[in-house]
Structures are given as C-alpha cells and as structure tokens.
C-alpha cells in the first residue's frame, strides 16, 4: 500500500537557497534507495512537498524532515493512501516557482503523473499542488515565531482558601485573553475533598441523586467564588442538563444561592457539555429558557468533541463555545485541524459566538490560534486548576529582539 503526505512549511531567514539544492541532491538519492518520491516547491519563502511510497519509509522521512531546522511550521496538509503512485519516479525534484509560469509547473508536475494511473483533475493530491502554486489559501498559512520568542512570567494571583465543609470542594482555572493581560472568567471544577475528578465525586451517587448532588454543588461552588478575590469576572460552572430537567426549581435554587453570595446572574456563565446536550436536546432546549429569562449565559463545553458539532449549532447558538483539546492539540503541525478550527471560527463570527479554547498546553498551539482570531485560553501553559484557590498566571511576553 502507497502512503501519500503533503505538508508545506517555511525556509528560515538564515538559510540560503544554495544548501536547500545541495540537500535536494543528497534527497534524490535517498529517496531512489527507498522508493519514495519526492516533489518539492519552493516559491522563494515556503516549501511544498509530495512525499509518496511505502508506509513506513514515508513516515520515516517526513519525521526526519520536520526534525530539520533549515525550516519550520510543518504543517501537515495531507495524509492518503492509494493502491498506486500517482507520481511514477522515485527520486527527488525540486521546481522553483521563481523560474517558471504557474502552468508550466502545473504542467510539469502533471508530466510527472503515472501513465497508467492519470492524474485525475479533482485527484486531492493534484488540487494541493494547484492550490500552493497558485497561492490560494496563503492568508490561512499563518507565520508562527518560533516558541523561544516567548518568555512566560507568573504573576501573584494565587489564593488559597481552606477546604469547604460539605461533600465537594472545587479548583478554579482562569479563562484568559493573554495578549491584553486581561483575566476574563475563571472556570469552578467540582472535585472530591480529596481533589479527584469529578467522574469520581459523581460516582458516589446513584440514580437521580447524581442530579442532586450536581445542584448541590454548586451552592459551594458560589460559596467559594464569594471569598476570592473574582471582581467583576466571569464565573464558569458544568452543569448537566438533566439536572435541571429532574430537579424541581432548580433555576430558582441556583438564583438564591448567587444571591446568597453576592453574585449576579449575568456575572455566570453554565456550561454544558457538547455529548449530554446532544443526547438530551429536547429536555436541554426547555432548562436554557429557564436560564436566559434568568440572565445566566450558557456555554457549549468540550465543543468538537462529542460528534455535535456544526449540526448542534444549527438547533441551539450558545453565546460561548469552548474548543475541546482533542481539537487543538498540536494544531500548529496539521491541516485539517486548522481547516476546522477555520471553519468553526467563520462560523461563531457569523453568529457573535465567542470562543475560547480549553486544554492548551503548547506555545505554539497558543500562538496558532492567536494568529486565527482566538483571544481567550484555558489550560496549563498559562495556569492549572488550582484546588481551594486561584493558580497563579504565567503571562507571555514577547523577548525583544526576535
Ligand atoms: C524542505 C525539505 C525537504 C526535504 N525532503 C527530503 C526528502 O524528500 N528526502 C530526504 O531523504 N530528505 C529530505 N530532506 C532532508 C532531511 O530533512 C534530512 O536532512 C535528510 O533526510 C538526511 O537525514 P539524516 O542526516 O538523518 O540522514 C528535506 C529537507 C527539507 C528542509
């Protein structure tokens, strides 16, 4: 079987073009000795390349090639498998955009194409190629600097309170927008007295106590938010729909409790996640009434993750989405992540749906969604949950020069 990869990537500043023609000649015969072709493009700034052949040499030499640091930004395009080549030679060919008309590579690279298999006009491979010469989508290919650019200092907003009474306590994460300095939200995550997840403070409950013990939990969760120091932020908490399906008054329930704490409904925003939604849609459609007319906002949590999607979005428009990590992890290196990340970020604009990503561990995952409009972020690189308390934020600042 017949692997195809296409990525594209970038040539860094401090290499001249001259070396990138003595590696392609080192390439050629590395790629003959292993069946594997090689088309590569260069339009003076980025690369493009087709590597085709066997599974397992393919793999090897694109991780060799990502590892290589005469370029970076990666960024995977395609990944496909077919029962024969689409291009006959193996080997390695360099076209230089500089040089010759877009057709004429066009062309060239048609010539290349398997007699026996034709390139077919709609062929993915082929449409790939025909994109990056003729520079469609470049404004989609954005230039991430390198992670080193980055230094991350961490402020002193930590705060620790003593663990509540009761069956739950919570860890706070905040929800920021890094490149104002601004803390936007901060998330309350029910946890076990002994800080486990929430899977194991549920699984103490059985039946519609479950629904209960969620309710319940929030009060401290309120309860808690009131002696931190949360200003005018934001106040993320999870709540299961069915909870306000099976408990009685629970709108009003909740409502006491903010009130109780001094705290507004506008200042809330529930959370619901993309799986429970979608299994419980009409059940779910009645609870966020009952939440609006309140004032309290709703947010799509884990969205991407649950197989909703785009198609939940067209029954309910929430007025905050928050992008699962299975969608952005190492979003800088692959293509269709960033198409659909693109295409989710169209979406929510279309709408005035605000989006913020959960889950982001990397400079760079950070600095890719930053360069496609996202401005707020939860996860790790900049603060973990922090039990009984605020985490301290570690701010980015750009190191000069870069
Ligand atoms: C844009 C670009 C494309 C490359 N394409 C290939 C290729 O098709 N085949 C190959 O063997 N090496 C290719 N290389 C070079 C590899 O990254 C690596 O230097 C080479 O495989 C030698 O690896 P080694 O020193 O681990 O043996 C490419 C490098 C760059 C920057």
Not at 10 to 18: D, E, G, I, M, T
Not at 25 to 49: S, Y
Not at 265 to 272: A, G, R, T
Not at 283 to 291: D, G, M, N
Request: aromatic fraction near 10%.
């Amino acid at each position: 079987m017949l692997t195809t990869i296409i990525y594209r990537s970038r040539l860094c500043n401090s290499v001249a073009f001259k070396e990138i023609e003595s590696m392609v000649a080192i390439a050629n015969k590395n790629n003959e000795l292993k069946n594997v072709t090689g088309i590569l493009l260069f339009n003076g700034i980025h690369f493009f390349q087709l590597l085709e052949g066997p599974e397992k040499v393919v793999k090897e030499i694109y991780s060799t090639i990502c590892e290589d640091e005469r370029h970076y930004n990666v960024v995977e395009l395609l990944c496909d498998y077919a029962p024969a080549r689409h291009f006959g030679k193996a080997g390695m060919e360099l076209f230089d955009l500089r040089e010759y008309s877009k057709e004429k590579v066009l062309q060239a690279v048609l010539n290349q194409g398997t007699t026996r298999y034709q390139l077919a006009y709609n062929d993915r491979a082929l449409q790939f190629f025909r994109s990056f010469v003729m520079g469609n989508y470049n404004a989609n290919y954005f230039e991430i600097p390198p992670a080193e650019s980055w230094l991350f200092v961490k402020d002193e907003s930590s705060v620790s309170l003593s663990q509540p009474h009761g069956e739950c306590t919570f860890a706070f994460q905040p929800i920021i927008d890094p490149l104002a300095g601004e803390i936007i939200a901060y998330e309350a995550l029910v946890r076990t007295l002994s800080g486990r997840s929430p899977e194991e403070f549920f699984s103490a409950f059985e039946g519609d106590c479950v629904y209960k013990a969620d309710l319940e939990s929030k009060r401290t969760a309120f309860e808690m938010a009131r002696m931190l120091p949360l200003k005018n932020k934001l106040l993320s908490i999870n709540l299961m729909p069915m909870t306000l399906v099976k408990m009685p008054g629970a709108v009003d329930i909740l409502l006491k409790d903010l009130a109780a704490n001094q705290i507004v409904p506008e200042q809330v925003i529930v959370e619901f996640t993309e799986n429970a939604v979608i299994s419980n849609f009409d059940e779910f459609s009645a609870a966020v009434k009952a939440l609006k007319y309140a004032g309290i906002n709703v947010a799509i949590d884990h969205f991407g993750a649950g197989g909703g999607g785009l198609l939940l979005l067209s029954r309910f428009q929430p007025d905050r989405i928050k992008i699962n990590r299975d969608l952005i992890e190492n979003i800088h290196k692959s293509g269709p992540q960033q198409s659909i990340l693109l295409s989710i970020i169209q979406c929510c604009r279309l709408l005035e749906i605000q989006i913020s990503v959960v889950g982001v561990e990397k400079i760079e995952e950070w600095m890719w969604l930053e360069s496609a409009g996202i401005e707020y972020f939860q996860g790790n690189l900049f603060a973990p949950a922090s039990l009984n308390g605020l985490p301290a934020i570690a701010w980015p600042e750009k190191k000069t020069p870069f």
